[in-house]
């Protein structure tokens, strides 16, 4: 997609109607997926830039807004990227140009004003509009916090590079996507609230393997809660995971894009419940 950095805000919206998709064709774990990533983008570059928790947050913020009005006008994941994309860049080129004049404070409000007008410009939104954002709204809202945590967490690890916690946020948002959907539609998203902040916590040699151990937790849950009067609770999963040998063999064969239900060990383990 190519865009002049034109100030006429007429032309900035003629760009956008150009790319509104007539119906939605985004999955729900793509839209979290895709959302996920421009938060990673938006933590990653902002931080490598100013070297900044709080302003990687601001950036995250902002970004975060801009991607569900982009996506709710136009029901075009790219667009939504692309303009997330260029806006991290042009939130960037301020501070720095800021700085370049050596202002003594910058104004977090006239950086929003102005990234605001250079990516979504005189933009109305329709109110009745029922988008995948809408219906997935808390889970939006659930995503960037717990990768906004995330990166707080990892950025205390000096030994660690920027391009590696890019890799962990990533694996983190493409493993789970379609699971925390699935957690959201079946109303448990209060229990990834609560354990997914404990298994992003741990420590750096294991953060893979407890993240697809989670999932395998998560898919159990999911897989059971539909099953009349053999619901998994919350209090028996541990023991499930720690005393079944199918879990260690379904983790060693596990693949970030696999649907793990159809795994022979993940029917073993469901088989002996």
Same mark, same amino acid.
């Given at each position: ?16 109607? &150009? ?17 996920? /990533? ?12 100013? /070297? ?15 991607? %569900? ?5 136009? $029901?075009?994941?790219? $667009? =939504? ?16 140009? =800021? &700085? ?13 004003q ?12 329709k ?20 990768? =906004? ?9 000096? @030994?660690?590079k920027?391009? @590696? ?8 948002? %493409? ?10 539609d ?8 609560? /354990? ?18 989670? &999932?395998?937790k998560?898919e159990?849950?999911?897989?059971? &809660?539909? $099953? ?12 499930i ?24 060990y ?8």
């Amino acid at each position: 997609m190519n865009y002049s950095d034109s100030n006429d805000s007429s032309e900035l919206l003629d760009f956008i109607k &150009k790319k509104i998709e007539l119906k939605e064709l985004t999955y729900a774990p793509q839209l979290i997926y895709f959302f996920g /990533k421009s938060v990673k983008l938006a933590l990653i570059n902002t931080y490598k830039d100013q /070297k900044d928790i709080n302003t990687s947050i601001y950036c995250v913020n902002i970004i975060s807004s801009i991607f %569900r009005i982009i996506y709710n006008y136009s $029901l075009n994941i790219k $667009l =939504s990227i692309f303009t997330c994309e260029r806006a991290i860049l042009l939130f960037n080129e301020y501070i720095n140009i =800021s &700085k370049s004049y050596n202002s003594e404070k910058i104004n977090i409000m006239d950086i929003k004003q102005f990234i605001i007008s250079k990516s979504i410009g005189p933009l109305v939104l329709k109110s009745e509009n029922n988008t995948l954002i809408h219906k997935y709204d808390s889970l939006l809202i659930l995503t960037k916090e717990i990768i =906004s945590n995330f990166f707080a967490e990892l950025i205390k690890h000096d @030994d660690i590079k920027l391009e @590696d916690i890019s890799f962990y946020i990533e694996t983190f948002i %493409r493993v789970l996507s379609p699971s925390l959907v699935e957690a959201h539609d079946k109303n448990i998203l209060n229990y990834i609230e609560k /354990k997914l902040p404990e298994v992003l916590k741990t420590n750096i040699e294991s953060l893979l393997d407890n993240i697809n151990l989670f &999932k395998i937790k998560l898919e159990l849950i999911l897989y059971t &809660k539909g $099953l009349g009067g053999k619901e998994f609770t919350y209090n028996n999963i541990d023991d499930i995971m720690d005393k079944n040998p199918n879990i260690n063999k379904l983790l060693e064969e596990i693949n970030e894009d696999e649907n793990i239900k159809d795994s022979k060990y993940f029917k073993n383990i469901i088989k002996n419940i």
